[in-house]
């Protein structure tokens, strides 16, 4: 998201932990959001914060399998 201010350009990138091939490139990779989920993600505060919930529980569940952790 990026949006012009007075003293210029502000831009913000949500990120995710990256796997596969990404992941053996760099450990984040871009929370990509399209179409409906793009607008909620905008305009709707509580949406916006479950998708945040849901990213956070996958990195929690990749970082587990990762440590060798039993599900």
Known sequence: MARKKAEGWEATVVTE????????????TPLIL????LRQWLYD????RQFL???????????????GETL
Do not use: D, F, T, Y
């Open 17 to 28: 932990h990256a796997s596969g091939c990404v992941g053996e490139i760099h450990h984040r």
């Open 53 to 67: 919930e849901e990213a956070k529980e996958r990195v929690l569940l990749k970082r587990k399998k990762m440590e």
């Open 45 to 48: 505060e509580a949406q916006a």
């Open 34 to 37: 399209s179409g409906e989920n």
